[in-house]
């Protein structure tokens, strides 16, 4: 075999090896076991990838949960390992996946997911709802407000159809609503809480940007003046 076709075939091998997806065969570590929760096993529909959520006491109230997606016999994590279950929603095409994490009393997180060789991966950086934050803060008309309790980013329902509930048109498995609430934890006492019931932003998977269509500006106005009485 001369030297140029052993090169060839070591490139060969090597695309192919950067090709295949990060996938672990032994799935979750030691100590870590399936919760029997139907209510938190979630299938793809297309039926090839299975949700499974697996939990760790380590006792004194420390309880760890790590997300498995399992396609045939191959397993790979959806990071971040975090202190509760989660719900997940995936596009109609199976190519994205939403986690909606809750992350403490009346708090809630976003991880956005995407397929890539084969396997589910991060789509973004930073989480989805510190991306919807930031957006909100972005904005003229909202960046004013600051909130820092029961910070909660919400996934609207309606992935699976494009959002036709709404009554709207959009392209199949190309935008998800995401639904900000939040209240102002610091306030004197017996007077109205200020805070953000349900503004409402679109997010685009194609492009990675948001937008606010005017479908949404009766409903975020009031959503901005929304008071808690105490």
């Known amino acids: 075999m001369t030297a140029s076709i052993r090169t060839a075939r070591w490139l060969a091998l090597a695309l192919m090896l950067a090709a295949a997806p990060a996938l672990a065969a032994s799935g979750p570590p030691p100590g870590f076991t399936v919760t029997d929760d139907a209510d938190l096993a979630f299938t793809s529909p297309d039926g090839a990838t299975r949700l499974e959520q697996y939990m760790k006491d380590n006792g004194d109230w420390d309880v760890k949960w790590q997300v498995w997606a399992r396609r045939g016999e191959q397993m790979t994590e959806l990071k971040p390992e975090q202190d509760y279950p989660a719900g997940f929603r995936f596009t109609s095409d199976s190519q994205w996946l939403v986690r909606m994490q809750k ?22 950086k930073q989480s989805l709802g510190d991306l ?22 919400n996934l609207v329902k309606g992935t699976e ?11 199949s498995n190309r935008y998800l609503v995401i639904s900000l609430s939040g209240e102002m934890d610091k306030h004197p006492k ?19 940007k948001f937008d606010v269509p005017k ?6 106005a009031e959503a901005l003046r929304w008071e808690i009485k105490r």
Not at 191 to 201: E, N, P, R, S, T
Not at 215 to 220: D, E, L, P
Request: proline fraction near 2%.
């Open 103 to 124: 992350t403490g009393s009346g708090e809630q997180d976003l991880f956005l997911y995407r397929v890539e060789n084969g396997a589910f991966v991060s789509a973004t």
């Open 132 to 153: 919807a934050w930031a957006y909100f803060r972005s904005r003229p008309d909202t960046h004013k407000m600051k909130l820092d309790y029961h910070i909660s980013a």
């Open 161 to 171: 159809d494009a959002y036709r509930w709404l009554g709207v048109d959009w392209p």
């Open 190 to 208: 017996n007077v109205a809480v200020k805070g953000l019931a349900d503004w409402k932003c679109r997010y685009d998977l194609t492009t990675g």
């Open 215 to 220: 479908m949404f500006a009766k409903g975020n």
